[in-house]
């Protein structure tokens, strides 16, 4: 095994990693380097990896169980877990909001592997940011009153998918995806079943109440927080070269992927990895 470099990227969150061959599938001692460094840093870049859809999935299911098809977006031909995001031209991005992935269900993913197919020359990049960054920089009392509070989560701008087009009066596919895609409770503080650290998690795109208050005392709880999470100082901004990779922590992370390339196209393979093979215990959310 070469001898593995890493650049940290910000004092909060991201490390850039080389040394490092993603051109066929890593052996046990990188895969167990490559998680290692994913706990220290939330979300690790690999640049210029001659990564193909085989390998980019035994290094998924290393990490753990890949996802099946998204609900909502397509995957590769013969690689039903590799989702395809691509957009641009015509197509309207449609993923440019601070999220944490899929937080309606009950047991949100604990990781993501994303390949650059197709990047624009200029435009593209995502950001990520560290909600246990964000949670330790709340003033103390505001942190000890959001322990033991839960939060709601649903569909947010998935919504869209189920009403464009559909005349006025009962939302009936809403309804039906409602009911097949779910919704979810979870604590609005959470510990990292790994590094033993607080972190926030709630996010724009999914979270919409606060369990126990008003509508309005909800919203307003929400939206300071939001502001809040969405510093600078709490962010690391990730620039698409022909055969990056990134991996992320969906736990403990919210990202951004910007929306800014059109005309060009963006063409992005993910792998979403349901459960952390090499935790003993839970994964937050379990039931």
């Known amino acids: ?10 004092p909060a969150i991201g490390a850039e990693i080389a040394g490092v061959d993603l051109s066929r599938p890593p052996c046990d001692a990188v895969c167990d380097a490559l998680y290692a460094l994913l706990m220290d840093h939330q979300v690790i870049f690999l640049r210029d990896q001659r990564m193909d859809p085989a390998t980019q999935m035994a290094l998924a299911e290393d990490f753990g169980e890949p996802e099946p098809p998204h609900p909502v977006y397509p995957h590769l031909e013969g690689y039903p877990s590799i989702m395809v995001l691509d957009f641009g031209g015509d197509v309207v991005p449609d993923t440019d909001v601070w999220h944490t992935d899929v937080t309606y269900r009950g047991s949100p993913p604990f990781a993501s592997i994303l390949r650059g197919h197709r990047v ?3 435009g593209g990049d995502t950001l990520w940011l560290s909600m246990t960054a964000a949670h330790d920089g709340l003033p ?3 942190r000890s009153d959001l322990t033991g509070l839960r939060c709601v989560h649903d569909l947010g701008d998935f919504r869209n998918s189920f009403t464009q087009g559909v ?3 009962p939302a009936t596919a809403l309804a039906e995806a409602h ?6 409770i979870h604590p609005l503080v ?3 079943p790994v590094t033993g650290r607080d972190f926030l998690f709630c996010n724009p795109g999914f979270t919409i109440h606060v369990e126990g208050l008003t509508a309005s005392d909800s919203r307003s709880l929400l939206n ?5 999470i969405v510093r600078p100082e709490y962010q690391v901004r990730f620039r698409w070269t022909p055969g990056a990779v990134a991996i992320w922590d969906n736990r403990c992370t919210m990202h951004y992927p910007l929306g800014d390339y059109a005309p060009e196209r963006r063409i992005m393979h993910r792998i979403t990895v349901t459960r952390d093979r090499r935790l003993d215990g839970p994964e937050p959310g379990d039931r």
Do not use: N, Q
């Open 167 to 169: 005349p006025d009066g």
């Open 120 to 122: 624009p020359a200029v």
């Open 190 to 192: 959470r510990t990292h």
């Open 179 to 184: 009911a097949r895609m779910g919704c979810a």
């Open 224 to 228: 300071h927080l939001f502001d809040h």
């Open 1 to 10: 095994m070469s001898k593995i470099e890493t650049m940290r990227l910000t």
């Open 140 to 142: 103390d009392g505001l």
